[in-house]
């Protein structure tokens, strides 16, 4: 079993849904959660960062963490064709040295 | 931000040759790299972790000697892939962390190409 576990999808939505995204851990020493956004090709960008269980909000993007469920989210709101891409969800432990990336979800979003 | 420079960002080279892949961290000082891998739709994968003024650690399966990494400065970190064969070819991806900031900044990646 993986330590991260997230869907590859692809999902495909039309322009203006929302999106969820979920990545489950099984790692109980990871404390804080990231996703990043990756274009075909390029780096991964980090889009939110957050540490303790709830909603952190960030324009069109929600990221929520529940620790007791040891699952994560990413919402994104009124969905646009740029938003297209992989993300990945990625944890950290308390020490800051054991970085984990779930296998990532491609998303696309049709006009 | 943070901004982590990555060259070249594409390469294509002959097999048996070497290429070198730099890392810089632009406007902060990293004592921490990692080197990433990545094959087409697949996660990244952690290669070693390049530690400024020490040897690198690498990650099970990776081979120290194939993969050289040398970090000379708080600002440079380099992957030499050294006599490479097409099985090599993939994308190279390394990030460093900014104390002033939260989470991992990646590079651009570089796209090795080995014919």
């Known amino acids: 079993q993986k330590e991260v576990e997230q869907d590859p999808g692809p999902l495909s939505v039309p322009e203006g849904a929302i999106v969820s995204l979920n990545c489950t851990y099984s790692?109980?020493?990871?404390?804080?959660f990231m996703w990043y956004r990756q274009y075909s090709r390029k780096g991964p960008e980090l889009l939110m960062y957050?540490?303790?269980?709830g909603n952190k909000e960030d324009g069109r993007f929600t990221a929520q963490v529940d620790k007791s469920s040891k699952y994560i989210s990413l919402f994104i709101r009124d969905s646009q064709p740029s938003d297209s891409a992989t993300y990945l969800c990625?944890?950290?432990?308390?020490?800051?040295?054991?970085?984990?990336f779930g296998g990532g979800t491609r998303l696309m979003v049709k006009p | 931000g943070a901004v982590v420079s990555q060259h070249p960002s594409r390469v294509i080279c002959k097999s048996g040759t070497s290429v070198k892949i730099e890392c810089r961290s632009l406007?902060?000082?990293?004592?921490?790299m990692f080197w990433y891998r990545q094959f087409p739709k697949q996660s990244l994968m952690l290669m070693a972790t390049?530690?400024?003024?020490?040897?690198?650690?690498?990650e099970q399966g990776v081979e120290k000697d194939k993969f050289l990494i040398n970090h000379a400065s708080l600002t440079l970190s380099t992957l030499t892939v050294t006599s490479a064969h097409p099985e090599d070819s993939s994308f190279y991806i390394c990030?460093?962390?900014?104390?002033?900031?939260?989470?991992?900044?990646f590079g651009s990646g570089t796209r090795l190409t080995v014919v």
């Open positions: 957050t540490y303790s269980s």
């Open positions: 390049s530690n400024e003024g020490s040897k690198a650690t690498y």
């Open positions: 990030s460093a962390s900014d104390p002033r900031a939260y989470g991992y900044t």
């Open positions: 990625a944890m950290l432990n308390n020490a800051g040295n054991m970085l984990t």
């Open positions: 790692n109980s020493a990871f404390q804080y």
């Open positions: 406007d902060f000082q990293a004592t921490t």
